[in-house]
Structure formats: C-alpha cells, structure tokens
Nanobody, 121 residues
C-alpha cells in the first residue's frame, strides 16, 4: 500500500510559479513510477507529468512542456512538480499518483486527495 499527500497548491497570478510536493508512505515508493495528474472543472483528468522509478526518465503533456518539471527524491519518498509561467488554463486540482510498476507507461493505482491550483489572469 502507498499513501500519498500533496501540498503546495494555491492562488497565483498568470506568469507566476508554484511548486507542488507529494509525500509518500510505504517501502515501495522507489520501485514505482510517479505521476502528476490534473482535473479542471468539467474536464477529464489528464496526465501532466510522469517520472520513472529511478528518476532517469520523465515525460510531459504538450501543454506544459518547457514550463513544468517533475522530480523525485527516493531517499525522502517525495515527488515534486515545479510549475512556472503559469496560465489561467493551468487552473485545476492537481493529484499525485503512484504507479503499479516502474515505467511511466504503468497504470496508476494510488492517488492523493489533490491540491487546488488557481491561476488568475
């Protein structure tokens, strides 16, 4: 079992930055790929960024490439999402997710409760 808890959301002006963090419990964190998803009101959940278990591979949605950076610290059981040049369309609930396996194409079985990010224009 993996339990996930996000922090770092909030209200920011367009062009600003935020850093989201996700703390994971359990001893299997370093064996799992991790992802950040977001869900805006009335829209489907989308995968924003993912990172492999080792941290050696990352992937991003086209909409955030060059603006968001995912990273992880396996010694501390944390995964982070640095967001910069934020746009109003980035407004959403952001959720941390734990993968079933080590690669980024894994299914995601474990979910945090989410943190709200609101970007004002």
């Amino acid at each position: 079992q993996v339990q996930l808890a996000e922090s770092g959301g909030g209200l920011v002006q367009a062009g600003g930055s935020l850093r989201l963090s996700c703390a994971a419990s359990g001893r299997t964190f370093s064996f799992r790929a991790m992802g950040w998803f977001r869900q805006a009101l009335g829209k489907e959940r989308e995968l924003v960024a993912a990172i492999s278990a080792s941290g050696g591979s990352t992937s991003y949605a086209d909409s955030v490439k060059g603006r968001f950076t995912i990273s992880r610290d396996n010694a501390k059981n944390t995964v982070s999402l640095q967001m910069s040049s934020l746009k109003p369309e980035d407004t959403a609930v952001y959720l941390c997710a734990g993968g079933r396996g080590a690669t980024m194409t894994t299914a995601y079985d474990y979910w945090g409760q989410g943190t709200q990010v609101t970007v004002s224009s």
